[in-house]
């Protein structure tokens, strides 16, 4: 609201008011002005932004000022305003300090102060103040004592409202003294009821009430509220009105009677109690009931004799029709508005520079301050950003301010205290963290306004409500109705909130977190990343070459089929983006190294049949390891590869996970990878077992996908001993497969056994059965011939081999790349592709390779082996059993453990070895190396031993049935009488229902869940669930270079790191801290030429230190702190039995009390906080045993 004073003009139309003794002296001098006693020190005994804001008028006014703050509030900004500063309280809690007159009165009097404001707040309605401020000779910027008295007395204000005819609504006529005169109460007017603190504001010490149940633990927190924030916990009881309008009405006062209203303000939007937002003028206000709201509000102050500022509160029901609430004696905090000025404004009202004149003794007519001059002009919006969380009941936060940048310009004002980087938001006082004040001619253009400076503000740190603010600000019943008290409970969508990125902090983080504590991911060798960047060799502009997508997209599945039979040469799929570094680097290659590699591939390899660069295993290390969206990988690399067709790796009806899922399930995910950008599903099962395939093979199919059914591999065709796994057992599969539809055949050697021999015979009888399907055939290298046996199913009549690129192949990876190239060169066979393009290809990954130097396998492993023919071990987890044995000291013991792995196999009953059957083998052998047992022995005492879950469930039947059966007697023996599961382990699966686990993720994430992460939760809940809460933390972790995300930077190092298009970081690591006595390390960073810093935990110092256990998220019966406080009372015991929503205990805040509630029926089993513990959010308070 713009007061409009009629008067003359100064300079550019703004009369500006010197120094009252000036004024005083003028021509214009009144008898009354004889009192007037100049003011040379002001104490202002409170803290915070209206201390400041106290300050600053007195400096403007060339009076000294003086600060008074608590311990606590050593490290504030209001005591550095201040041209004097002194401690109070000491030994005394945080609000005692500033309760505490004594001291207050005793700094006043030893260091010559002679007038004291007493903000809002704490001791500002305490008569007993003012009357100390008398006897010890000191002005009180304020009431007299006995108006303070009658006013702060909210029964006896009452008495004076209805003395003086402005209406009251019903209430006790004195505070009560106890619960039984609230019940009275409550059966003599009936619920709702309201408690009010008799001798505070500020919606401390209130509760509503709407039964008899909630009587008595309202009545308690009420009081105990009142008690903390004023000093005095008396109660007064109100009937409660439903959905008012709160209207506060601004008065000032002189010593001689003179009384003016300043009009009125809109306080409706409120939380707890306390104003939110506030408008002034209110809007959709009738004239004529703003006409009795502000006389009644100037009579009942001229009848009590009201001196100074002070803010009289009404609330106005639906009708129309006003009730008197209470008079502030005091402006409160909405008094910025005052300050508010519009381009006809010719004089700036400053509340606080009246207060100060009408204390020296000036009269409002020599201020020029008279009721008929005052007029609206415009409308003015002030919104206070709290440290609160709207989402969960606007809790306060606490913490340190990493980053603050305030949002300013034309129309804004900004007052705050705590407002700055590095200052430290306690739980002892009030949330505000500054106050914004946006004018403009109405009301949509002051919201405008202050929409866009709240836009602008960056809090990092601690959590605030400047996102629900901006969304009431949006609001078109805020914009073009009226609002009531209960706007904000009665739009839940103002609790839809956009949440803030914070991106360039969370990096901070990660970053300093590695600086401090290493790593954060598992790292199996004691290695550095390569200082080394790859080369990206040259790429040429335009657009890519043609490639088999575009025959795919044009002719559909089976047309790219016949294609892909129809053409002439060998093809290749090039394994380098998946299976290839899944088999050589842990699968820890990163979408940031393959983004970069991808245009060249697009320019310089488009004949390739597909690039392998999904699934399998890459799904959950993503999340797990890397902390990437595994979908998001999916939809970079296809905008950078549009021509050459994808593959991807599904487990049948396990898709890429471990379990089995619902079809519906499976269904969906090829659904949403098809529409991301996969083209071709590499269906396989790890037993072969039909009914999985053939799920799988439905599921790609239904969705538009490229089947391409894949028996899997073992054995030897060409030894006519083995008779398990015979040349016709894998004609048998593959006619089934045909006939179920698939586009192409392939084998999938896992494990590297096809010798070249066996190749010849396999494929030849394929190529025979099945003339008209393409045949596509993957292998691993362990063994060392791989290359001859690639060759030798190519020249057997198969149209498609998988190959690395050849710094990735070899090994356990696949066979190189340019040896097949090399070896087709000029035959019927050629590949068409490059050799010189191969070796450039190849450098790229020879360089790259050496930034994931603690995962490559060369660390432990130096070559392949072909005892892999006799333990069957399958390239990916031959790499990581080698790993495993090493990191355990066991590397002279690995031909143990393939020992074991073969025999752990033949106990199984022989069975095909691939995720996850070759796991469940893996997990048996390790079991058998572990207790140092023969298969002999194992098989002997199967009905006693415990074995791995992994095995027990194989068992059971919860990946399928085996070829030739389960093992007996060891099956029988193992599951005793547990249950076994007959047919497809799927089957009997209830479908899944995605429209409740969509909404629950929304619970838990926000609004900005996709499908894709749906179908992430779908497969792995608890890997999704800690990849939301580590990139929440953390921030985007996949922009970083390899080096920086494994190593983290050196001290001086400088780089980028582009967070988007446009938006890059510039970011130099600075220095570590020393060791504070939490625990941690501050680790300084100059982000975009400004300082930033962050505190990391150290983890190897907290070892040696005691901390309070934190709640365990996923323990239902761990009860946490929901918010940082101090434990005001515990309710319950151990060996207490609760029911779920019963109170446990009550925590303050802020100066708001919280009940915590038990979220499970149960046994108390163990209290670990009492009365007065100070917690941290989440720290554990007790468990519960259910």
């Known amino acids: 609201m713009l007061l409009h004073?009629?008067?003359?003009?100064?300079?550019?139309?703004?009369?500006?008011?010197?120094?009252?003794?000036?004024?005083?002296?003028?021509?214009?001098?009144?008898?009354?002005?004889?009192?007037?006693?100049?003011?040379?020190?002001?104490?202002?005994?409170?803290?915070?932004?209206?201390?400041?804001?106290?300050?600053?008028?007195?400096?403007?006014?060339?009076?000294?000022?003086?600060?008074?703050?608590?311990?606590?509030?050593?490290?504030?900004?209001?005591?550095?305003?201040?041209?004097?500063?002194?401690?109070?309280?000491?030994?005394l809690s945080p609000v005692a300090a500033y309760l505490h007159i004594p001291d207050i009165i005793k700094v006043a009097k030893e260091n010559n102060v002679d007038a004291i404001h007493p903000g809002y707040g704490f001791l500002s309605e305490r008569a007993d103040f003012a009357q100390a401020c008398a006897d010890a000779g000191v002005r009180f910027i304020g009431p007299s004592p006995e108006v303070v008295r009658k006013m702060g007395d909210k029964v006896e204000a009452r008495a004076l409202a209805?003395?003086?005819?402005?209406?009251?609504?019903?209430?006790?006529?004195?505070?009560?003294?106890?619960?039984?005169?609230?019940?009275?109460?409550?059966?003599?007017?009936?619920?709702?009821?309201?408690?009010?603190?008799?001798?505070?504001?500020?919606?401390?010490?209130?509760?509503?009430?709407?039964?008899?149940?909630?009587?008595?633990?309202?009545?308690?927190?009420?009081?105990?509220?009142?008690?903390?924030?004023?000093?005095?916990?008396?109660?007064?009881?109100?009937?409660?009105?439903?959905?008012?309008?709160?209207?506060?009405?601004?008065?000032?006062?002189?010593?001689?009677?003179?009384?003016?209203?300043?009009?009125?303000?809109?306080?409706?939007?409120?939380?707890?109690?306390?104003?939110?937002?506030?408008?002034?003028?209110?809007?959709?206000?009738?004239?004529?009931?703003?006409?009795?709201?502000?006389s009644d509000s100037v009579n009942l102050a001229k009848q009590v004799g009201y001196e100074n500022a002070g803010t009289v509160e009404f609330l106005v029901d639906k009708?129309?029709?006003?009730?008197?609430?209470?008079?502030?004696?005091?402006?409160?905090?909405?008094?910025?508005?005052?300050?508010?000025?519009?381009?006809?404004?010719?004089?700036?009202?400053?509340?606080?520079?009246?207060?100060?004149?009408?204390?020296?003794?000036?009269?409002?007519?020599?201020?020029?301050?008279?009721?008929?001059?005052?007029?609206?002009?415009?409308?003015?919006?002030?919104?206070?950003?709290?440290?609160?969380?709207?989402?969960?009941?606007?809790?306060?936060?606490?913490?340190?301010?990493?980053?603050?940048?305030?949002?300013?310009?034309?129309?804004?004002?900004?007052?705050?205290?705590?407002?700055?980087?590095?200052?430290?938001?306690?739980?002892?006082?009030?949330?505000?963290?500054?106050k914004v004040i946006a004018s403009g001619k109405d009301l949509p253009t002051a919201a405008t306004k202050m929409h866009r400076a709240l836009t602008e503000f960056r809090v990092r740190g601690v959590k605030t409500n400047i996102p629900f603010l901006q969304n009431v600000l949006s609001n078109s019943q805020f914009l073009y109705a009226t609002v009531d008290t209960q706007f904000i409970d009665g739009n839940q969508k103002l609790f839809n909130l956009k949440p803030t990125q914070n991106r360039a902090q969370k990096l901070l983080h990660y970053l300093g977190h590695i600086m401090v504590n290493g790593p954060m991911t598992p790292i199996p060798v004691k290695a550095k990343s390569s200082s080394v960047d790859p080369v990206v060799p040259s790429v040429s502009l335009g657009e890519p070459p043609m490639g088999f997508r575009e025959v795919l997209l044009k002719e559909g599945p089976e047309g790219f089929a016949r294609a892909i039979r129809q053409h002439q040469g060998l093809l290749l799929m090039d394994t380098t983006f998946r299976d290839a570094h899944q088999s050589l680097l842990a699968t820890r290659v990163r979408t940031h190294d393959l983004k970069k590699i991808a245009p060249f591939v697009s320019h310089n390899f488009n004949n390739l049949f597909s690039l392998?660069?999904?699934?399998?295993?890459?799904?959950?290390?993503?999340?797990?390891?890397?902390?990437?969206?595994?979908?998001?990988?999916?939809?970079?690399?296809?905008?950078?590869?549009?021509?050459?067709?994808?593959q991807m790796l599904l487990r049948g009806a396990n898709a890429v996970g471990y379990t089995n899922y619902p079809d519906n399930a499976v269904f969906k995910f090829c659904e949403?990878?098809?529409?991301?950008?996969?083209?071709?599903?590499?269906?396989?099962?790890?037993?072969?077992?039909?009914?999985?395939?053939?799920?799988?093979?439905?599921?790609?199919?239904?969705?538009?996908?490229?089947?391409?059914?894949?028996?899997s591999y073992t054995g030897d065709v060409s030894d006519p001993m083995r008779q398990k796994y015979s040349l016709e057992y894998y004609l048998k599969l593959a006619n089934e497969l045909v006939k179920a539809g698939t586009h192409i055949l392939a084998i999938k050697d896992m494990a590297g056994l096809l010798k070249p021999e066996a190749s010849r015979l396999l494929i030849g009888a394929l190529r025979d059965r099945f003339p008209d399907v393409p045949i596509h055939v993957h292998t691993h290298d362990t063994a060392g011939a791989g290359v001859a046996a690639m060759l030798a199913c190519a020249q057997a009549g198969a149209d498609i081999v998988d190959v690395a690129v050849d710094s990735m192949a070899g090994m356990t990876s696949q066979p190189s790349m340019g040896a097949i190239v090399a070896c087709t060169k000029g035959t019927k066979l050629d590949t068409g592709v490059s050799l010189d393009?191969?070796?450039?290809?190849?450098?790229?990954?020879?360089?790259?390779?050496?930034?994931?130097?603690?995962?490559?396998?060369?660390?432990?492993?130096?070559?392949?082996?072909?005892?892999?023919?006799?333990?069957?071990?399958?390239?990916?987890?031959?790499?990581?059993?080698?790993?495993?044995?090493?990191?355990?000291?066991?590397?002279?013991?690995?031909?143990?453990?393939?020992?074991?792995?073969?025999?752990?196999?033949?106990?199984?009953?022989?069975?095909?070895?691939?995720?996850?059957?070759?796991?469940?083998?893996?997990?048996?052998?390790?079991?058998?190396?572990?207790?140092?047992?023969?298969?002999?022995?194992?098989?002997?005492?199967?009905?006693?031993l415990s074995f791995p879950l992994s095995v027990v469930e194989f068992l059971q039947g919860h990946i399928g049935i085996p070829h030739g059966g389960f093992p007996e007697p060891f099956r029988s023996k193992v599951l005793k009488s547990l249950p076994r599961i007959e047919g497809r382990p799927g089957a009997s699966l209830p479908p899944m229902d995605?429209?409740?686990?969509?909404?629950?993720?929304?619970?838990?994430?926000?609004?900005?869940?996709?499908?894709?992460?749906?179908?992430?939760?779908?497969?792995?809940?608890k890997v999704f669930q800690e990849f939301k809460e580590f990139t929440s933390k953390f921030g985007p972790v996949d922009c970083l270079n390899t080096r920086l995300f494994l190593d983290g930077p050196k001290i001086a190092e400088e780089f980028q790191v582009e967070l988007e298009r446009g938006k890059t970081l510039h970011i130099k690591a600075l220095a570590l801290g020393d060791l504070n006595k939490s625990g941690q390390r501050e680790v300084f960073f100059e982000l975009n030429g400004q300082l930033r810093s962050v505190l990391v935990k150290d983890t190897a110092a907290m070892k040696e230190m005691h901390f309070h256990p934190k709640a365990l998220k996923d323990v239902r019966g761990q009860v946490g702190a929901p918010m940082p406080g101090k434990v005001v009372e515990v309710k319950v015991k151990p060996g207490q039995k609760v029911e779920k929503g019963q109170p446990l205990c009550v925590l303050s805040a802020m100066k708001m009390e919280t009940v915590v509630n038990s979220p499970i029926s149960g046994i108390i089993s163990k209290v670990h906080v009492n009365a007065d513990s100070s917690l941290e959010g989440d720290d554990l308070i007790l468990e519960i045993t259910e």
């Open 994 to 1021: 995605f429209e409740t686990l969509e909404s629950d993720l929304r619970m838990a994430h926000g609004d900005e869940i996709t499908p894709e992460d749906v179908m992430s939760a779908a497969m792995y809940p």
């Open 5 to 91: 004073l009629g008067g003359s003009r100064g300079k550019m139309g703004i009369l500006l008011i010197r120094r009252v003794g000036l004024f005083c002296r003028s021509a214009h001098l009144s008898p009354q002005s004889l009192e007037y006693r100049p003011i040379k020190k002001v104490m202002v005994a409170n803290r915070g932004e209206i201390a400041i804001r106290v300050f600053r008028a007195c400096t403007e006014l060339g009076i000294r000022t003086v600060a008074v703050y608590s311990e606590q509030d050593t490290g504030q900004m209001h005591r550095q305003k201040a041209d004097e500063a002194y401690l109070i309280g000491r030994g």
């Open 672 to 711: 949403v990878a098809k529409e991301n950008g996969m083209d071709v599903f590499r269906v396989f099962d790890s037993l072969n077992y039909i009914p999985n395939m053939l799920l799988g093979m439905e599921a790609a199919g239904a969705a538009g996908g490229v089947v391409e059914a894949a028996i």
């Open 162 to 294: 209805i003395k003086a005819g402005v209406p009251v609504v019903s209430g006790t006529d004195a505070p009560i003294s106890s619960l039984q005169e609230a019940e009275e109460f409550a059966k003599t007017y009936s619920f709702p009821i309201i408690f009010k603190a008799a001798y505070g504001g500020g919606g401390r010490g209130m509760r509503v009430v709407r039964d008899y149940e909630e009587l008595e633990e309202n009545y308690q927190r009420a009081y105990s509220e009142a008690l903390a924030a004023f000093g005095n916990g008396s109660l007064f009881v109100e009937k409660f009105i439903e959905k008012p309008r709160h209207i506060e009405v601004q008065i000032l006062g002189d010593k001689y009677g003179n009384v003016i209203h300043l009009y009125e303000r809109d306080c409706s939007i409120q939380r707890r109690h306390q104003k939110v937002v506030e408008i002034a003028p209110a809007a959709q206000l009738d004239p004529h009931l703003r006409d009795r709201l502000t």
């Open 319 to 434: 009708h129309g029709k006003h009730y008197f609430i209470e008079v502030n004696s005091l402006t409160n905090y909405i008094m910025t508005f005052s300050k508010c000025t519009g381009n006809k404004l010719p004089k700036i009202v400053d509340l606080v520079h009246a207060q100060l004149r009408v204390c020296e003794g000036c009269s409002l007519p020599e201020l020029g301050l008279e009721q008929d001059k005052i007029q609206i002009n415009g409308c003015a919006i002030q919104c206070r950003v709290t440290t609160e969380d709207p989402s969960r009941g606007f809790q306060p936060d606490t913490g340190r301010i990493e980053v603050f940048r305030s949002g300013e310009g034309m129309g804004i004002r900004l007052d705050s205290a705590s407002a700055f980087q590095g200052a430290i938001i306690s739980p002892h006082y009030d949330s505000l963290l500054v």
């Open 612 to 646: 392998e660069n999904w699934g399998g295993a890459t799904f959950d290390v993503a999340m797990r390891f890397l902390w990437e969206c595994p979908w998001k990988r999916l939809q970079e690399l296809r905008a950078l590869i549009p021509n050459v067709p994808f």
């Open 837 to 944: 393009r191969v070796f450039d290809y190849s450098e790229y990954w020879e360089v790259a390779r050496g930034l994931y130097a603690p995962f490559d396998c060369t660390a432990t492993m130096k070559s392949g082996n072909a005892d892999v023919y006799e333990n069957e071990i399958p390239g990916g987890q031959y790499t990581n059993l080698h790993f495993q044995a090493h990191s355990m000291g066991l590397g002279n013991k690995f031909k143990e453990v393939k020992k074991a792995y073969a025999e752990a196999n033949k106990l199984l009953g022989d069975l095909i070895k691939v995720t996850p059957s070759s796991k469940i083998v893996g997990d048996l052998a390790q079991f058998m190396v572990q207790n140092s047992l023969s298969r002999a022995e194992v098989e002997e005492r199967a009905d006693e």
